[in-house]
């Protein structure tokens, strides 16, 4: 994904249970919250599962350029088995959606941040946890989005 590029770009939250996406506009400023998504953890191996489709989907709806999905790296920058379920998942991924660019950026705190922002503008309990993973997903993109500006 070139810093220069035009076009729409997904981010995305993976989660145990869910997946928050986030979508940006096409001259990527700003990243907005799109949608939830189930995670679909029973998907036979040789399947592609239900929150992969979708994703592949919305890829194709929204013409997206590129997709980021959030890494999860200790605070001391150092990757654990959740970093590995997430390499494997955006790997699976980039299968589905053959030739969109995928790349890993660190989300070191984006659900902490996004729980925050939430709870700050009076989000909370079962209302907080329908839209926490669509605000890290938020986080992750907007946070990449700014890290490509700055290059520039």
């Not at 929204?62 to 959030?70: D, L, M, R, S, T």
């Not at 309990?125 to 993109?141: F, N, S, T, Y």
């Amino acid at each position: 994904m070139s810093a220069l590029s035009r076009g729409r770009r997904l981010g995305v939250d993976v989660g145990k249970v869910r997946v928050g996406v986030a979508v940006s506009d096409p001259d990527g400023i700003l990243a907005t919250p799109l949608v939830t998504v189930p995670r679909d953890m029973g998907a036979a191996p040789d399947a592609v599962p239900g929150d992969i489709a979708e994703l592949v989907r919305l890829v194709g709806e929204h013409e997206a350029v590129g997709i980021v999905v959030g890494l999860p790296v200790r605070l001391n920058g150092a990757e654990g088995p959740a970093a590995i379920d997430i390499r494997a998942y955006a790997g699976r991924l980039a299968e589905a959606v053959g030739a969109v660019p995928i790349v890993l950026a660190d989300e070191r705190m984006s659900t902490v941040v996004a729980t925050r922002r939430l709870a700050e503008r009076g989000v909370r309990g079962k209302r907080q946890r329908a839209v926490v993973d669509q605000a890290a997903a938020v986080e992750i993109l907007q946070g990449w989005l700014d890290a490509q500006r700055r290059q520039r």
